[in-house]
Each structure stands twice: as C-alpha cells, then as structure tokens.
C-alpha cells in the first residue's frame, strides 16, 4: 500500500503563488508518473499536471506557463509550484501516483490518490 500526503494548500490573492508538495510512502518499489488534479465545486476532477520518472511533463493548457511540477524520486516526493494564480484555480488539489509495490504475489503496479489540499484563490 502507498500512502500519498499533500500539504502547502491554502488562501491566495489573484497574482500570488502557492507551492503544494506531495510524499508518497510505504513499501515502494518505483513510482512511475505522479500528478496533480483538482476538483471545484459541481466540475469534474480535472488533470494539472503529470511528471514520469524520467522528468517528462505535461499540463492542462489552462496553467501552462503558470505552474511547474517537479519531482525527487530518491525523496518519493513532488511538488507543484503555481504562480500568477487566478480565481478559477480554486479547487481542492490531489495528488496522484502509479507505483509498484512488492506483494506476496509478486509486483503489483497500482494508482493512488492523496486526501487533497484546499486551494482557494480570491480576486
């Protein structure tokens, strides 16, 4: 089992910048690719941003130049960097991962999701 835990969410003025990290832990073998999703009130979870482990990226249009996702596979760790943050970006952020694990059938590669970090930008 992996556990996922976010931290860093919080208030923010249009144009600030937030930093939301994420620490994955447990038997872990290898994490492939970590992201961040969030969810607003009435919309569906919706993808920010994904990394894989050998440091591709991708982002939804809606925050490219804005955020930057980043990642420490020695730590397990990655981290979401939002800059010149907008009100539409309020919404509750989760962490993702695809990792391998070892269990007593062997290795399994499972998706987890994190608890979420509220991120609430006024204007």
């Known amino acids: 089992q992996v556990h996922l835990v976010e931290s860093g969410g919080g208030l923010a003025q249009a144009g600030g910048s937030l930093r939301l990290s994420c620490t994955a832990s447990?038997?872990?073998?290898?994490?492939?690719?970590m992201g961040w999703y969030r969810q607003a009130p009435g919309k569906q979870r919706e993808l920010v941003a994904f990394?894989?482990?050998?440091?591709?990226?991708n982002y939804a249009d809606s925050v490219k130049g804005r955020f930057t996702i980043s990642r420490d596979n020695a730590k397990n760790t990655a981290s979401l960097q939002m800059n010149s943050l907008k009100p539409e970006d309020t919404a509750v952020y989760y962490c993702n991962a695809d990792a391998a694990t070892v269990q007593a059938i062997g290795i399994m590669t499972s998706n987890y999701w994190g608890q979420g970090t509220q991120v609430t930008v006024s204007s």
């Open positions: 990394i894989t482990s050998g440091g591709s990226t």
């Open positions: 447990g038997i872990i073998l290898r994490i492939n690719t």
